[in-house]
């Protein structure tokens, strides 16, 4: 069983940058980050397979949330910049063993961070 916990969250106001950190306790394939605000389905953010780095970003984010890894094995960052009141949202990493296509194929999820973005 991995564990994840996510740190970095908080209040921020628009246009500022917040990075969002999380440290899995074993080892995985690949780390994502989702996110759901009230009253949404939770949604994909972004994803980085550790085997070559590659990474994937859900099309509202690209140019302004980069992912990374960590100095740290299975460490994962994502750095996000020009924040906007719609990016408020409990952000949620998750892992995979795999590479998933779908929400339901990844194998664990930390418990989540609140991001608030005030206007």
């Known amino acids: 069983q991995v564990q994840l916990v996510e740190s970095g969250g908080g209040l921020v106001q628009a246009g500022d940058s917040l990075r969002l950190s999380c440290a899995a306790s074993?080892?995985?394939?690949?780390m994502a980050w989702f996110r759901q605000a009230p009253g949404k389905e939770r949604e994909f953010v972004a994803a980085?397979?550790?085997?070559?780095?590659?990474?994937v970003y859900a099309d509202f984010v690209k140019g302004r949330f980069t992912i990374s890894r960590g100095n740290a094995r299975n460490t994962v960052h994502l750095q996000m910049s020009s924040l906007k009141p719609e990016d408020t949202a409990v952000y949620y990493c998750?892992?995979?063993?795999?590479?998933?296509?779908?929400?339901?194929?990844?194998?664990?999820w930390g418990q989540g961070t609140q991001v608030t973005v005030s206007s």
């Open positions: 998750a892992a995979a063993l795999g590479r998933p296509h779908q929400t339901d194929e990844y194998d664990y």
């Open positions: 980085i397979t550790w085997s070559d780095g590659s990474t």
């Open positions: 074993g080892l995985t394939f690949t």
